[in-house]
Antibody, heavy 125, light 113 residues
């Protein structure tokens, strides 16, 4: 059964770059029917999709964050990563990684299942 | 961008009674080529990640109790919990995956009355 686990620093200084990794176990990140996604949830608020990546490296970003986001994949370690540059307090959130299941061969978006447990990242000096 | 709007923001229902949550998309999310509504429902309990309950608007995820059901098409959708149990206390979100950026509703908090 597929499991995902986020890792990275829980505290980042303003203007610096947030870097997180997601380890995938119980399945291959090189699946043709999955994207691998990052979401975030500010404390007490709703969910926001940050972006997704396919194992070949194709990336899909939320336009609201695209100028600051880079998502990469490492098939040799079954991991994918998130980098968010120039962070501010508004980027304080729980960051989740998730498997994005594509329904049809022509789909580029899907439902998210399963999710990692999430990691709280606080932006503060 | 497609905006997803849920109603109500919160509701309290007695144990064993029905809970109904609505989700409205700002654009049609029914793909005519496959007749599928690109909508999922999630349940999030405190301190936990969201868990998918339904996808294609009405297909129940494996292991999800059958008291959870989904309906609707096009722009208007409903999640129904037919007989609320104590373990159903959570925040529920709808999500469209029809067009990028995929987007979530603001969430509906369900409590016991």
């Amino acid at each position: 059964q597929l499991q995902l686990q986020e890792s990275g620093p829980g505290l980042v200084k303003p203007s610096e770059t947030l870097s997180l990794s997601c380890s995938v176990s119980g399945g291959s990140i090189s699946s043709s029917s999955h994207h691998w996604a990052w979401m975030r949830q500010p404390p007490g608020k709703g969910l926001e999709w940050i972006g997704s990546i396919y194992y070949r490296g194709d990336t899909y970003y939320n336009p609201s964050l695209s100028s600051r986001v880079t998502i990469s994949v490492d098939t040799s370690t079954n991991q994918f990563s998130l980098r968010l540059s120039s962070v501010t307090a508004a980027d304080t959130a729980v960051y989740f990684c998730a498997s994005e299941i594509l329904g049809y061969y022509y789909d580029t978006l899907g439902r998210f299942d399963p999710w990692g447990q999430g990691i709280l990242v606080v932006v503060s000096s | 961008d497609i905006v997803m709007t849920q109603s109500p923001d919160s509701l309290a229902v007695s144990l064993g009674e029905r809970a109904t949550i609505n989700c409205k998309s700002s654009q049609n999310i029914l793909y005519s080529s496959n007749n599928k509504n690109y909508l999922a429902w999630y349940q999030q309990k405190p301190g936990q990640p969201p868990k998918v309950l339904l996808y294609w608007a009405s297909t129940r995820q494996s292991g999800v109790p059958d008291r959870f059901s989904g309906s609707g098409s096009g722009t208007d959708f409903t999640l129904t919990i037919s007989s609320l149990q104590a373990e159903d206390v959570a925040v529920y979100y709808c999500q469209q995956y029809y067009s990028s950026p995929q987007s979530f509703g603001q969430g509906t908090k369900v409590d016991i009355k």
